[in-house]
């Protein structure tokens, strides 16, 4: 027996709703989290995320989907694809706190 399977606007747009109502319910709640000013410019927001988005496509998953469930299957290409997420991490922190004193 074969189900129909409906469009899946509708979770993802309770998704998008979620990641923006929640950290406001929070702070309006319990006072956790308050919402601070940006410290950069919108274009480079909008070109970060970008960023990010290509490197999940291109990695083939999220660093934590790697990390997490990845690790936890025993995926050797996860294994390499976590090892290089966090030698990344740290040759960006020493350039930006060493060599460009940041």
Known sequence: MATERGSDIG????FLAGLLA???????VAGIGKPSALQTS????????LLVG??????????SGHGV????????RSLI????FMASGAAV?????HLLGA
């Open 81 to 84: 694809a976590t090892g290089l």
């Open 22 to 28: 929640a950290p406001l319910l929070l702070w309006a």
């Open 69 to 76: 469930c990845g690790l936890a299957r025993l995926s050797f």
């Open 11 to 14: 979770w993802r747009l309770c």
């Open 93 to 97: 922190v020493f350039v930006v706190r």
């Open 54 to 63: 290509y490197g999940t496509r291109l990695g083939s998953g999220c660093t």
């Open 42 to 49: 919108p274009m480079l927001l909008i070109t970060a995320g």
